[in-house]
T-cell receptor, first 113, second 116 residues
Framework: DAGVIQSPRHEVTEMGQEVTLRCKPISGHDYLFWYRQTMMRGLELLIYFNNNVPIDDSGMPEDRFSAKMPNASFSTLKIQPSEPRDSAVYFCASSRTGQRPQHFGDGTRLSIL | AQTVTQSQPEMSVQEAETVTLSCTYDTSESDYYLFWYKQPPSRQMILVIRQEAYKQQNATENRFSVNFQKAAKSFSLKISDSQLGDAAMYFC?????????????FGQGTRLTINP
């Protein structure tokens, strides 16, 4: 089975631009998670979905961040407008119901200049 | 709120030797899960091993084993016969066992270096 697929792998953009990160979870997984990793704060959960419905978005930093899951095989994390402090590695992960472990994608390294 | 602490920012070990990475956590729950994830320079987050709190037996996966001390809230990872490919950041993580709970809480990580 293919793992969690994220795109792009790297993104460099200027402050103020809109950024869209993409994720395809493992087929059959009904939970999808977005994490952010920075040196200062480590790995933080931003939001997670169950059956395409957002369950907990308490980790989303502010209104500039939004996430959607239009179907079971695709999710986006959007930042608009982007700021230099948003620079980080963003991970998507998925899991199956039943307290199964989360499987992570390779992450997107985002640099906002 | 649950917290996870990894007190060793960096560790190093000679190839073929054994190394133990420490992790402690704070929770008032009795049912939960603990994980160790490995993050090599390629940036992937790879699940190494998992432990259910209700199981007394320590989990083992080939050269990787844990020492789970529930009363002490300690969850250390032992890597035997260290190999160069084991060099990575290692993260300890906690997840509640409550029905529907999915959030992983991560420690700050330990960078493991393997000396040839």
């Amino acid at each position: 089975d293919a793992g969690v697929i994220q795109s792009p792998r790297h993104e460099v953009t200027e402050m103020g631009q809109e950024v869209t990160l993409r994720c395809k979870p493992i087929s059959g997984h009904d939970y999808l998670f977005w994490y952010r990793q920075t040196m200062m704060r480590g790995l933080e959960l931003l939001i997670y979905f169950n059956n395409n419905v957002p369950i907990d978005d308490s980790g989303m930093p502010e209104d500039r961040f939004s996430a959607k899951m239009p179907n079971a095989s695709f999710s986006t994390l959007k930042i608009q407008p982007s700021e230099p402090r948003d620079s980080a590695v963003y991970f998507c992960a998925s899991s199956r119901t039943g307290q199964r472990p989360q499987h992570f994608g390779d992450g997107t390294r985002l640099s906002i200049l | 709120a649950q917290t996870v602490t990894q007190s060793q920012p960096e560790m190093s070990v000679q190839e073929a030797e054994t190394v133990t990475l420490s992790c402690t956590y704070d929770t008032s729950e009795s049912d939960y899960y603990l994980f160790w994830y490995k993050q090599p320079p390629s940036r992937q987050m790879i699940l190494v091993i998992r432990q259910e709190a209700y199981k007394q037996q320590n989990a083992t996966e080939n050269r990787f084993s844990v020492n789970f001390q529930k009363a002490a809230k300690s969850f250390s990872l032992k890597i035997s016969d260290s190999q160069l490919g084991d060099a990575a950041m290692y993260f300890c993580a906690y997840r509640s066992g409550s029905r529907g709970a999915q959030k992983l809480v991560f420690g700050q990580g330990t960078r493991l270096t393997i000396n040839p």
